[in-house]
């Protein structure tokens, strides 16, 4: 390994989408960061435990997984890591538990290098973001509701359709659309 790459910081990508993945390690790469990238979370977790990233790219939902579990595992190896949760699937829940689990930052896909590489090096919060002056729509409250309780039941959309007194079929077919932007 050269002078130079031993002063490239590491960053952990992992994603499910290989394509996007490949982009968005050249594009990295670009910005002088040495990237290891994972398409499951077990390849996550093992690449973490071999190499101790100082950063991390995570996905929400990685195939049928969650990628908050994968913010959790790296909090505990290195409480240090500086991970932005990455999705095409926010919801207020999700992006509340990761923060709760150590994430500095979530952004919303599509997002950009610079806005990941700015998201990876802030620190603090900004008070100065604007406040929505209108509520959510229906269907975005039903989307939100949906989420919290199946992070209350740790992913576990067969407990969370009993909860919710739904099937798990009909669940399943409300979580596998994306959510409404607003």
């Known amino acids: 390994m050269t002078a130079q790459e031993l002063d490239k910081p590491r960053l952990l990508l992992v994603d499910d989408d290989e394509t996007f993945c490949k982009v968005l390690k050249n594009a990295l790469e670009k910005r002088n960061y040495e990237v290891l990238v994972a398409n499951d979370v077990a390849s996550g977790i093992a690449l973490a435990e071999q190499t101790l990233p100082e950063y991390a790219v995570i996905d929400l939902r990685i195939g049928y997984e969650s990628g908050l579990e994968l913010v959790k595992k790296l909090i ?11 999705t095409g699937f926010a919801s207020i829940a999700t992006a509340v538990e990761a923060i709760k689990l150590g994430a500095i930052h979530y952004l919303t896909k599509p997002a950009n290098a610079d806005e990941i590489v700015n998201a990876l090096n802030k620190n603090e919060g900004d008070a100065s973001v604007s406040i929505s002056e209108n509520p959510l729509s229906i269907k975005r409250l039903e989307w939100e509701h949906l989420q919290k309780v199946l992070m209350r039941y740790d992913g576990n959309i067969s407990a969370a359709a009993r909860a919710l007194n739904m099937h798990r079929r009909t669940l399943q077919r409300k979580l596998d659309k994306k959510p409404v932007r607003e």
């Open 76 to 86: 505990s190896l290195d409480d240090n890591t500086q991970i932005v949760m990455l």
